[in-house]
């Protein structure tokens, strides 16, 4: 049953043509087919979540922004922790992903998680502002990701945190001394081979984090690819800080 899901899932993202006319749209329709069996594959692919989510801290009575949550996976993360806040929301685009979020919030019980489906560059809280905002491997599915940095930093309170773990490549030369500086296959073959899904790994989601947020935290790692045995993509986590 596994592998026939891992196939399933192969072929959306190998194969399978992505339709639609609005980013909501092709989103969903990439999404569709593999909702069901996301959680199991792309925990294998998609590296450093557990890290950022231990990592981060959860105020009390605060309010917590995923955007770009999914399946909700990562409220999950945050184990019995999660009951300290006031509000934990998932935000997505995608209706497929976000009724498993809410099936998820029902079956745990969660009466103070909500999933929503909004624009990760305008969704605001009831509340008004936020705590926490994560974006855990969503900031290169999001066409204006800059528009979406920004958001986050309108909706951070001051002091708030913001926690990212996602692909990139680097810059030919890295913004700052002791980056990371991947070579030239690096640079191009992994944008050309995630380009086809719509995910887009940039070398300017770092340096623009840095520039808008006081850095707390920095990794930059590589991560095996299911199925591809000797291929590792980089990936990333960024944790920071809106100054008071």
Same mark, same amino acid.
């Given at each position: 049953?596994?592998?026939?899901?891992?196939?399933?899932?192969?072929?959306?993202?190998?194969?399978?043509?992505?339709?639609?006319?609005?980013?909501?749209?092709?989103?969903?329709?990439?999404?569709?087919?593999?909702?069901?069996?996301?959680?199991?594959?792309?925990?294998?692919?998609?590296?450093?979540?557990?890290?950022?989510?231990?990592?981060?801290?959860?105020?009390?009575?605060?309010?917590?922004?995923?955007?770009?949550?999914?399946?909700?996976?990562?409220?999950? $993360?945050?184990?019995? $922790?999660?009951?300290?806040?006031?509000?934990?929301?998932?935000?997505?685009?995608?209706?497929?992903?976000?009724?498993?979020?809410?099936?998820?919030?029902?079956? $745990?019980?969660?009466?103070?998680?909500?999933?929503?489906?909004?624009?990760?560059?305008?969704?605001?809280?009831?509340?008004?502002?936020?705590?926490?905002?994560?974006?855990?491997?969503?900031?290169?599915?999001?066409?204006?990701?800059?528009?979406?940095?920004?958001?986050?930093?309108?909706?951070?309170?001051?002091?708030?945190?913001?926690?990212?773990?996602?692909?990139?490549?680097?810059?030919?030369?890295?913004?700052?001394?002791?980056?990371?500086?991947?070579?030239?296959?690096?640079?191009?073959?992994?944008?050309?081979?995630?380009?086809?899904?719509?995910?887009? #790994?940039?070398?300017?989601?770092? #340096?623009?984090?840095?520039?808008?947020?006081?850095?707390?935290?920095?990794?930059?790692?590589?991560?095996?690819?299911?199925?591809?045995?000797?291929?590792?993509?980089?990936?990333?986590?960024?944790?920071?800080?809106?100054?008071?």
């Amino acid at each position: 049953m596994g592998l026939i899901s891992d196939l399933r899932i192969l072929y959306h993202l190998a194969l399978h043509p992505i339709r639609g006319a609005t980013h909501a749209e092709r989103l969903d329709n990439f999404y569709r087919g593999q909702a069901e069996g996301y959680d199991t594959f792309r925990e294998r692919l998609l590296r450093g979540r557990d890290e950022l989510w231990a990592a981060l801290p959860v105020p009390a009575g605060g309010v917590w922004l995923d955007l770009g949550g999914g399946t909700g996976a990562n409220a999950e $993360r945050l184990g019995e $922790r999660i009951g300290a806040l006031r509000k934990f929301y998932i935000v997505d685009l995608a209706p497929s992903l976000l009724a498993i979020a809410r099936r998820r919030i029902a079956q $745990r019980g969660w009466t103070h998680v909500e999933a929503v489906e909004a624009d990760a560059t305008e969704f605001v809280p009831a509340e008004g502002a936020a705590d926490v905002v994560t974006f855990s491997y969503s900031l290169t599915m999001i066409p204006d990701w800059f528009a979406a940095v920004d958001h986050a930093w309108r909706v951070l309170r001051p002091g708030g945190h913001i926690g990212v773990v996602d692909f990139y490549v680097s810059r030919k030369h890295p913004a700052a001394p002791g980056m990371a500086r991947h070579g030239w296959l690096t640079r191009h073959f992994w944008p050309a081979w995630f380009g086809g899904d719509n995910v887009f #790994p940039s070398p300017d989601h770092l #340096p623009y984090l840095l520039r808008r947020f006081e850095p707390v935290s920095l990794l930059e790692n590589r991560a095996a690819v299911p199925y591809l045995p000797l291929a590792r993509v980089p990936y990333y986590l960024f944790i920071g800080l809106k100054p008071q």
